[in-house]
């Protein structure tokens, strides 16, 4: 397979979305990186059903004059795609040039000596004026003033070389796997780190999502107009940067800061109290960009800009599945949705679901990851409000999940003082449930000798490393109890972890007492580690080996007792 077209920097963001929409349409691709692992590639296109058959994975070092490419490869390339950049803050002048600059200008002279060359199409940035003065690195600092030196550069070599060129300065892009720029301001917004935002209230930091911009990309070679054009591509629909906190905040159900710190006054902040590399600062700007060439190609080319709000939605719902980059990102559909008023975290299918997973504490839904994949049919798991990802409950526990039931008739499974709720709702609404699972029901077992039933409960809980808590859970320490661990150090996340906890103790004989007169099925789920303390008339399966987190360490039994 000879490809007609080459991605330089195709392992990251932008290189990705490149990739997988030119081999949508059919092209042959080598994606080409200095290391590229081509597992992790071929794995990211193939969870997007991306077709493999057109793409050559390719090792290539733009730094080097000849990109570290034999002379007789990819002879055939038509369309050459420079995405690859170093985007960092705190370089050297001389590190960010290396890439950015002197690597842009060898791709473009490779580029030159591809007999059927129909286009290079170099990536910049935003920020980039295309004024070709020389860059201030000192005001700027390396990155952007590197960005800003390579676009007077490539424009200038191609002008040399009679090579057709296109430039894109795509805005901050967002998009699944996007988790450097802007998303670390909505990763301190989450986690309760952002007291205040930074620069003033009309602040436009704009953005544009990774699909449609590959798209945008992608066609630049197919129109004869676009050579020797700059295009700045991004959303004029972003809101200034408040409005834009504020959409995220509401939509993953957190508190946006109300009050704005000057640019001028945070240069002049130590980077210790401010958090950030004084480089990004100069992103905290009221600048209006043109986009009236970009608007126009795309209307001859027939793309459309996805929604604002929905785009930014989505990445936000990305960003928290995937732990802002600290683990993978799990098979949707995944997202935030409103239940009754609350900012509810769901995994899995809400309008017809077989089975629905209620996580205990001081879990969230996450928890039952390993059980979903093994039972058959959709199944549905919810974070509880104020818990895990959800955002503070909104209305009593009875109407959430009411709300978030309607319209099925599952099999309910909750786990420890998730049976709380689960066994009232089984109890008022027994037509809405098909049967009710209760998994290691804490009021059924002997008292909780959980630190988090002690005076400083609350402060202890939010300290605690994911290995003490794995130690006091008694699981080993994994994905499930590292975001436990994370989820209790956001603010009142752990105080509500002891409330729920403290509630579901003084409602054991409540328990006791509705379990009796339950009309649904009920079977009961407990580890030979975590017995039963009270006698039941109900059906109870017990996993040799488990403790009072069976799904954590032995989700097959748990399952195969479910299902």
């Known amino acids: 397979m000879q490809p007609d077209s080459v991605v330089f920097g195709a392992s990251g963001l932008i290189g990705r979305f490149l990739v997988a929409e030119l081999l949508r349409r059919g092209r042959t691709v080598a994606a080409a990186a200095r290391q590229p692992d081509g597992g992790a590639l071929t794995s990211w296109l193939t969870s997007r059903d991306v077709p493999l058959d057109g793409l050559a994975l390719v090792r290539a070092d733009i730094a080097r004059p000849d990109l570290g490419l034999p002379p007789g490869d990819l002879t055939a390339v038509r369309d050459v795609y420079n995405c690859a950049g170093r985007y960092a803050f705190g370089l050297t002048a001389e590190e960010a040039r290396a890439t950015n600059v002197t690597g842009a200008v060898h791709v473009l002279d490779w580029a030159a000596t591809r007999p059927g060359l129909r286009r290079v199409v170099h990536v910049s940035g935003y920020r980039v004026s295309g004024a070709g003065e020389p860059p201030d690195y000192r005001r700027l600092g390396a990155y952007e003033a590197s960005k800003v030196e390579a676009d007077a550069a490539v424009r200038a070599r191609a002008r040399e070389r009679d090579v057709p060129l296109s430039i894109a300065n795509p805005a901050s892009v967002i998009g699944p796997g996007q988790f450097v720029g802007l998303a670390s301001m909505v990763s301190d917004l989450w986690h309760g780190r952002l007291p205040a935002l930074p620069g003033g209230r009309e602040v436009f930091v704009p953005v544009v999502d990774a699909a449609y911009l590959a798209a945008f990309l992608a066609e630049l070679p197919e129109d004869d107009r676009g050579r020797g054009e700059a295009y700045w591509i991004l959303d004029d629909r972003t809101p200034v940067l408040p409005e834009l906190i504020g959409l995220l905040a509401a939509h993953m159900g957190v508190r946006a800061p109300r009050h704005a710190v000057p640019v001028g006054l945070l240069r002049l902040l130590p980077r210790a109290l401010t958090g950030a590399d004084p480089e990004t600062f100069s992103f905290l700007s009221t600048d209006r960009y043109d986009t009236a060439s970009a608007r126009t190609f795309a209307e001859r080319a027939g793309l459309r800009m996805p929604p604002t709000g929905a785009a930014l939605r989505a990445w936000a719902d990305d960003l928290v599945a995937a732990r802002f980059g600290a683990a993978g990102t799990p098979r949707g559909p995944y997202g935030y949705q409103q239940v009754a008023g609350t900012a509810t975290w769901i995994s899995g299918e809400r309008e017809r679901p077989g089975h629905v997973l209620l996580h205990g504490l001081p879990l969230d839904s996450g928890s039952w990851r390993e059980v979903a994949d093994r039972l058959d049919g959709p199944v549905l798991a919810a974070d509880l409000p104020g818990l895990g990802r959800s955002g503070p409950a909104r209305g009593p526990a009875a109407e959430w999940l009411a709300e ?13 003082a998730a049976c709380v709720p689960a066994l009232r709702y089984a109890a008022a ?11 290691a029901p804490a009021f059924l077992q002997a008292p909780s000798s959980w630190p988090a039933r002690t005076p400083l409960a609350a402060l202890l809980l939010r300290r605690m490393s994911a290995a003490r808590l ?44 509705l379990l009796d007169r339950v009309r649904v099925p009920v079977e009961i789920v407990t580890g030979s580690a975590d017995p039963l303390t009270v006698a039941v008339d109900r059906p109870v399966t017990t996993i040799a080996g488990a403790g009072h987190y069976p799904q954590l360490t032995h989700p097959g039994e748990v399952a195969a007792a479910i299902g």
């Open 429 to 439: 609404h027994p037509e809405r449930i098909s049967r009710l699972v209760l998994v």
């Open 470 to 513: 794995a130690a006091v859970l008694g699981v080993p320490e994994g994905p499930a109890v590292t975001a436990a661990a994370a989820g209790l150090a956001r603010p009142g996340q752990a105080r509500r972890v002891v409330v729920a906890l403290r509630a579901a103790h003084a409602a054991r004989d409540e328990l006791r007492r």
């Open 404 to 416: 978030l039931l309607a319209g099925a008739r599952p099999v309910l499974v909750a786990h420890s």
